[in-house]
């Protein structure tokens, strides 16, 4: 409670300058009278609040509305810019970069995907990057000073400060400062993220796990990684490894990701996707070995996602990656979960498929933003 | 943010109330000047404030202190009245029931522990836990109309209003409304909770993990349960089911609980912790059969403990349980979860041992009333 003091004047002026933008932002073009109404502020606080909002850049004096011209001088309305501000979401993966850029409310602006080899190294990978973001704001004609903060997520174990910890599915991933490295090229804050960990936050946002506060994220492939949000809030874990339960299987068992899928007995490269792919397409066409690999990979898979679920208990499970577009995950995964599992969760596709981890990344910068906005929480702290 | 108001003043009233309460309850009988620089309120918010806090008992003037005698009349102490309430924490186990009793700081003012059969029914049990109170008050001269709060815990799966949704480890109890069952015997709220659930926040209160406020603990037994704290606060799950990891060896995976510790191939009654120990006696003293079912053991437990930590990643795994206290198991956990964690956690012993979840039942009672005596957070509530 050490920073409880009471009636402080200053936390009341940004209690009341966050009320006010997140009802301006939330309300279509109100009045100060409007305002005074939805915050139960006095006008004369209301009208203070909105003088400094507008010399600031976020708001600005909406025009007044056509049926409103009945007698005299129309109310003034006001209305959040949007536009002072854009952010970046970025996903750094095996195949491909891809961006897209919003602004200030999280509109969607445009997006750019530039493939990248999966054997390259990782200064290759971080100049793709860079080509991906200066296409992107070229072709939305945005100026790169205009963004506020830039999320970016991928594959590996990220510290806090945005190092990766451990990564070995990328080329040179593991202890690359990442974050340092992609701040050279922006001004404002560089979020890094755990590609799973943003692809749960934005299947939260927009996707199939809208309106559930707990949930799994499965990204769903030879080694899967997991998200999770607890109580609507990504959790990280002590030391950001939560969900990395593809160490599992290690324990007292034979296969390895990489021998799971073959059915020639010989390894097969983890991010080949093609070959994996094909292994499920001679599955369905009867071959004996093929229906066996893929009886081990969906077996791997289910127990897998029963360790989060057992230990999270979560209210939905969404399972994403490229896995998860293949005939016959999805079931079995249901079924087995509901036999074994004491309050078996709702199973979903992921609704955004191959943009959710982009979309993550991006609502990170913007969750990062609108802390910087409209923060107050924390200002009355919890006491344990 | 719908309850954010501004400058609402009985918000205001209620902060000043709690944060001058809270800093009674720190400080050491602090005079009215001092907890006006503690506090930084006003003299007389403090002055009235205080008084308000006398009215209900919760404070009273202190003696003066022998030193302060110089000149004139003293200033006037105050002090917390932490005998104003009491408090319980129960445990219903498959072997006993104990009872702990606490005064409104949570010191401990005594305990009483009653054997129960295992097979007792569910009335039976709560017949015993019911005659545990009333020793335990009666031993420590306290009427039943000063509790303020119970907590109850026991195995199984526990809904909000307290009824077991799940709990196999004792007859009678799946479908069982303890809650209900129980307020009967009680003026203030009962709380019930799991017993790995409460052992975690004992734990982290006054035991191994105190400091740590992201933990596992462990409740090892034949099939073990699992308690979670995630940022200090204790994790339910969606359905109250977090933690149960015990059913993870029933996918595609032969032993069950009761033939894992088995030399015969008979199985073992899952609560016979005494022939369960003579199987680990056995194995020390070099019988080859026992050691093959230690090792089961040991594999089995390592496992869903690994399960838990992949999922969570947690600062710290607390093991308590019957099994904790049996050689051989916590090394191997430790070395095991260093292999194949990616970033190992601290292995720790229970340090209150069979005290754990009759504790972290008073912890739950205790956090209730602090929650109606301190309830600020969350009237300021968070964004997302």
Redesign the interface.
């Known amino acids: 409670?050490g920073r409880?003091?009471?009636?402080?004047p200053s936390l009341?002026r940004r209690?009341?300058s966050?009320?006010v933008l997140?009802t301006l932002r939330a309300a279509d073009s109100p009045t100060l009278t409007h305002l005074v109404q939805l915050?139960?502020?006095s006008r004369p606080?209301v009208e203070g609040v909105v003088e400094g909002l507008i010399e600031s850049g976020l708001v600005v004096e909406a025009p007044a509305e056509e049926g409103a011209r009945r007698q005299g001088r129309p109310a003034r309305r006001f209305r959040f810019r949007a536009e002072a501000g854009h952010l970046l979401g970025i996903e750094i993966g095996a195949h491909r970069v891809s961006a897209l850029l919003s602004d200030l409310s999280g509109r969607v602006l445009g997006s750019v995907q530039h493939d990248v080899d999966e054997s390259a190294p990782a200064d290759r990978r971080l100049a793709c990057a860079r080509d991906t973001v200066a296409d992107l704001l070229r072709q939305a004609g945005v100026a790169r000073d205009s963004l506020r903060a830039v999320g970016v997520a991928g594959p590996g174990?990220v510290e806090a400060d945005g190092t990766v910890?451990?990564g070995t599915a990328l080329p040179g991933w593991t202890g690359l400062p990442l974050g340092d490295r992609l701040r050279k090229s922006f001004r404002c804050p560089v979020l890094v993220e755990n590609d799973a960990n943003a692809a749960a936050v934005a299947e939260h946002w927009k996707g199939a796990a809208a309106g559930s506060d707990?949930v799994v994220f499965v990204l769903a492939g030879l080694s899967p990684g997991?998200g999770?949000l607890?109580g609507?809030?990504l959790?990280?874990?002590?030391?950001?490894?939560?969900?990395?339960?593809g160490?599992?299987h290690?324990?007292?068992r034979g296969a390895t990701p990489e021998t799971l899928l073959s059915t020639t007995g010989e390894p097969l490269h983890p991010l080949d996707e093609a070959q994996v792919a094909r292994v499920f397409t001679l599955a369905r066409e009867g071959d004996a070995r093929a229906r066996d690999a893929m009886r081990r990979f969906i077996?791997r898979l289910?127990?897998d996602v029963?360790?989060?679920v057992?230990?999270?208990?979560?209210?939905i499970v969404v399972v994403g990656g490229w896995a998860a577009g293949l005939d016959g995950v999805l079931d079995p995964l249901r079924e087995?979960l509901a036999r074994?599992?004491?309050?078996p969760?709702q199973v979903a596709l992921s609704a955004l498929g191959e943009a959710a981890v982009a979309t993550g990344a991006l609502r990170l910068a913007l969750?990062h933003v609108?802390e910087q906005l409209?923060a107050?929480?924390g200002?009355?702290?919890?006491?344990?």
Request: proline share 3%.
């Open positions: 409670m409880l003091t009471g009636g402080d009341l209690i009341n966050a009320v997140h915050t139960g502020l606080t174990i910890r451990l707990d997991a999770s607890i609507g809030r959790h990280r874990g002590f030391g950001g490894a939560a969900g990395e339960i160490a599992l290690l324990l007292g077996q289910v127990h029963a360790a989060l057992l230990a999270l208990d979560p209210e087995e074994y599992c004491l309050r969760p969750d609108e409209f107050v929480e200002t009355v702290t919890a006491r344990r």
